[in-house]
């Protein structure tokens, strides 16, 4: 298999599928397509059906949708338990990381991720909305789920954590304090385990290192 990502610096959507693959313990090899470089537009184009990363190519198979790329990952990697075991829990799995996907435009466009950058923000109302419901959301799955383990599902690393990494990549760049935003502490130490991860660590490294 090969995923092609963009930029580490920058690319949540290739941070996520990438977080998936090494926790899935498959082999595949990965390409790395600069952003925010002349001519980015035509070299993605020529990989990726949609013209966006991150893609996964297997054989003749072309999967171009981050979620898409996950949820194919864990059919191929049942062992790896990339959702929840429970019917339940992997209900609310998918439902966390399908709000994820779809939902947030205010922090996307307010904060986009950028590895390298620290900085203090006041943030504006919308993206304040969107900090307060993802508050309210790890603090919820911690505390109904996320019993014997750090995850929002306890022990296993899931597609929902996946699907936040970037997110608490965000908080700690632009210096979003989550107690100001309703945190009683459990949504501070998800996004902290979120950020310690063997997987998350090895693609900081990479993208300070680019």
Do not use: N, Q
Request: net charge negative; glycine share 8%.
């Amino acid at each position: 298999m090969e995923l092609i990502i963009g930029t580490k610096t920058w690319s949540t959507w290739s941070l996520r599928p990438w977080l998936v693959l090494k926790r899935s313990g498959l082999p595949f090899t990965e390409t790395l397509v600069p952003l925010r470089e002349v001519g980015t537009s035509e070299a993605v184009a020529k990989v990726s059906p949609s013209a966006k990363v991150p893609v996964l190519k297997d054989g003749e198979l072309t999967i171009w949708d981050s979620l898409a790329i996950c949820e194919y990952i864990a059919e191929l990697a049942p062992e790896a338990k990339l959702w929840p075991t429970d019917r339940a829990a992997r209900a609310l799995a998918r439902a966390a990381a399908a709000e994820m996907h779809s939902g947030f435009p205010s922090l996307r466009g307010e904060c986009p991720m950028d590895l390298k950058k620290r900085e203090h923000m006041a943030v504006s109302e919308a993206t304040a909305g969107d900090v307060r419901r993802i508050v309210r959301l790890w603090s919820e799955l911690r505390a109904g789920r996320g019993a014997g383990g750090p995850y929002l599902f306890g022990a296993d690393f899931t597609i929902a954590d996946a699907f936040f990494t970037p997110v608490a990549t965000r908080f700690r760049t632009y210096g979003i304090r989550l107690s100001d935003f309703g945190d009683t502490g459990a949504a501070g130490a998800y996004a902290e385990a979120l950020l310690e991860t063997p997987e998350f660590l090895e693609w900081e490294r990479e993208a300070i290192a680019g």
